[in-house]
Each structure stands twice: as C-alpha cells, then as structure tokens.
C-alpha cells in the first residue's frame, strides 16, 4: 500500500490534518507544540485509491526539547519509507528557518513533495500563502486542516503522485490478532515494542509520558503475526493534571476496548500498585486475555526462589482470575523477550478457540451431577446441557429448570471446572444460566 508522510514544523496542524485525512479522532491534537512524538498511521480512500497515512512528530534543531533528536529520526524515517511527502506549513507565521531546513531535506530526499498552506480560513490569508513558492518545492495547495476547504483539491494532487496500481488494493492485517502493551507511566512499554520489532519504532526516554498515542504497528516474525499496539501509560485520575494526558489515558483505553490480548507490564521494583490493578480490572471487564510481565527484574534483589514466591504474591492479588500467565523480563539486557511472545500467542489460541459441544457435556456433566448446585428455598437446580456461546470471549450457557437460584459461588465452581478441564489460561470466562 502506498504511503503518504505528513511532515513540518511542530504546531502547523499536522495531526488535525492527519485526523481529517483518515476521517476520525486517531491522533491527539492540541494548541500545544511537540504533542505527537512517534509515527502514527492510518488509512486514507479518496476516489477509489485507498493509502497510508503517517503523522510525525514536529521537525526542529537546537530547541529545549528533550525529545528533539529522536522526534527529527522519526521524521527523516517517515520520509524514507514514504512515496509522497506531504510539507505542511503555516499562512500567518510565514517562512520560519525550520521550514527552510525541512525543505532542504526534502529536496535531498528527491522525493514526490506537495507543498500544503495550512490555517487558510479566510480569502484574505489566500495572499499570506504566495510567498511559499520561494521554497521552490512547485505549486502551493491552500487549505484548512480544521474546517477542511481546500483538501479535496489536496487528495486529487496526492492520488495523482501516488505510484499507479494495477489492481485493488485490501487490507492486509484486517483479521489480524491485535495485541496491547499496557500499564503505568515509565514501565517499559515502548521498549518493549522495539525490543520485539527489532528497530527503534518508538521514542523511549526515562521521562514518565513519553508515549501519548496509541501506536500500533504490523509484527510478522519468527512465525508469528499480529498488530501490536504501544500504549500510553495510564496513571490515576487524579494525578492526570493536563487535557493532554487525559486524551492519551483515553487512546489507551480505547486500545485495551480494541484489543484481543492486552500485555499488561508492571515494575519489579514497584511491584503490583493499585494503579496496576484498576488497568487489570480494566482488561478483565472488556473480556481481553491478559499476559502479566513483570519487567525490571535485573534490578531486583533476588535468592532462590524469588521469581516463584513472587509469581505467587502476584497471583494472591490478581484473585479470583488469577490464571494468567507471569512472564519476568529484562527489556534492557533483552531477557525473555520471546517469552512473551509466546505467551500472548497462546492466549490468543485459547481467547479464540471454540470448544465443541460434545467435549464440553462429556467433560462437565458428570462433574455436576456429582456435584449439583445448592437447593434453594427446598427447590433443586438440574443442570442438563452446556455449549459455548458465538461470542469473541469464551463464555458457555448452561441450560437448567431454575436458572434464578444458580448462585456466583457455584458459577465459579463451574468457571474453575472449565479451567482443569480445557485449556483457558489468561482469558476471562464468563457464564450463562439459561432456562432450558
């Protein structure tokens, strides 16, 4: 699929044009400078041609952002990978020395660029926007990111230097397993992701907030593809001071609603917080497996049996769903990395697997008959036929004569029964009673 790279200085609108282009929401936008920090991609279709867009980071030199360096190799990544380059710039602030700069390396780059003049909202700014041809980059597209004039004629001038197809174009990861890493601020998430992807795909600083979006990226290795998603960190309501973080936390829960397993990290150090279970019972309520990576172990004092004693600790806090793999790792030393890979893939089989019926009766119906559930005000339930229910979470409907008087305590009973009986680890089950 064909690839557009939005690109310019920090604060021109580049994220609200990004947001117009692929027609929702998908990237944070706000008055204040540096907000987008890593690549961040979606689908544009305009006229039948379907293509990728990528929004970057704003592109500057000798500011106080710490961010800077890595924010200017993300974007000089996004021009190498894309086919067009679209240059966003600003009517009422003029030509800046950073615009200068970036079209001087889009120049080099030699690739297709279309010179976009953005906050265009008035005719009388039409004539701010002519003093954009000294960049020499060709003809200038006046637009307004925020209203959307001018990007209908902006679309066909992008359709037009996109590279010809010769056949329709489909998804390639639709039906793909989405995989979320979540957690608290500065657990190691977005290292985590470069870890796997084996590239920088991802700003990682010691600063708690790096990542603001949710980024999600195609993983295909070692026999194993998916979409992987890096999340912001979620902290407490409280703590969440600024509008912008608020809208992160946002992104984030909305990837943990889209996801099908969520890899949820937490600090060693640290250990399980409050803030670590309310993201667990976040996962837990949307019915999304769950992996548990406990990262930061090299700094971890450790004796013979830490990691055993401390898996179980852990598991004492998940309870009652406490059946989810704990996975130890050291993202810096690169320790079991591939470990949770496998972990989230086979909770991925197991979040998707469809029992048959007749496994499901064979293994739970002499159980229950052994032991049946409570009388109730002297009336007796009988249980007569179990089946998995056409849901995207494992959840079974159990068929009885008094559904009303099947009590939680038995449900778990049963839950814990479809547990030693099939292979459910790391995904929520849920249960119906049904009248038969």
């Not at 557009?4 to 204040?32: C, D, H, Y």
């Not at 004693?309 to 810096?332: G, Q």
């Amino acid at each position: 699929m064909s690839l557009v790279a939005i690109v310019g200085r920090p604060n021109v609108g580049k994220s609200t044009l990004f947001n117009r282009l692929v027609g929702m929401r998908q990237a944070i936008v706000e008055p204040t400078a540096g907000v987008t920090r890593d690549r961040h991609y979606g689908r544009c279709d305009w006229c039948g041609r379907e293509f990728s867009v990528v929004d970057t980071g704003g592109y500057t030199t000798n500011s106080d952002d710490v961010f800077e360096a890595a924010i200017r190799s993300q974007v000089q990544i996004a021009i190498d990978e894309a086919d067009v380059v679209l240059f966003l710039v600003e009517a009422a602030t003029g030509i800046t020395d950073y615009d200068a700069e970036i079209a001087d390396v889009l120049r080099r780059s030699r690739k297709p660029v279309i010179l976009c003049v953005n906050k265009v909202d008035t005719g009388e700014k039409m004539y701010d926007a002519y003093q954009f041809y000294s960049l020499g980059l060709g003809e200038i597209y006046s637009i307004s990111a925020a209203n959307g004039s001018g990007t209908g004629d902006l679309l066909d001038a992008v359709v037009a230097a996109l590279p010809a197809v010769s056949e329709p174009e489909e998804d390639p990861y639709a039906g793909l397993p989405r995989i979320a890493i979540v957690g608290k601020p500065n657990v190691g998430k977005s290292s985590l992701t470069n870890a796997l992807l084996g590239e920088e795909r991802n700003i990682v600083t010691p600063v708690a907030g790096t990542t603001r979006d949710a980024i999600e990226t195609h993983y295909n290795k070692f026999g194993h593809e998916f979409m992987l998603v890096d999340t912001a960190g979620i902290r407490r309501k409280t703590k969440v001071r600024e509008d912008l973080e608020f809208y992160s936390v946002m992104r984030s829960i909305r990837a943990i609603e889209h996801a099908d397993v969520c890899v949820l990290m937490i600090d060693a150090t640290s250990g399980m917080e409050s803030q670590d279970m309310n993201i667990f019972n976040l996962i837990v309520r949307n019915r999304k497996g769950c992996v548990v990576v406990v990262n930061k172990w090299d700094l971890f004092i450790k004796d013979s049996n830490t990691m055993r004693d401390y898996a179980e600790a852990l598991k004492e806090r998940l309870a009652p769903f406490n059946d989810v793999p704990v996975i130890f790792t050291s993202v810096v030393k690169m320790q079991r990395i591939q470990d949770v890979l496998e972990a989230a893939t086979q909770v991925y089989a197991n979040y998707s697997q469809k029992i048959p019926t007749a496994r499901l009766n064979e293994a739970l119906l002499p159980v229950i008959e052994e032991t049946p559930p409570p009388a109730w005000k002297g009336k007796y339930v009988k249980i007569k036929y179990v089946t998995q229910l056409p849901t995207r979470f494992p959840a079974f409907a159990f068929f009885c004569n008094l559904p009303q008087y099947v009590k939680e305590p038995y449900k778990r009973f049963l839950e814990n029964q479809l547990r030693k009986n099939f292979n459910l680890t790391g995904c929520p089950v849920q249960i119906f009673c049904r009248q038969k």
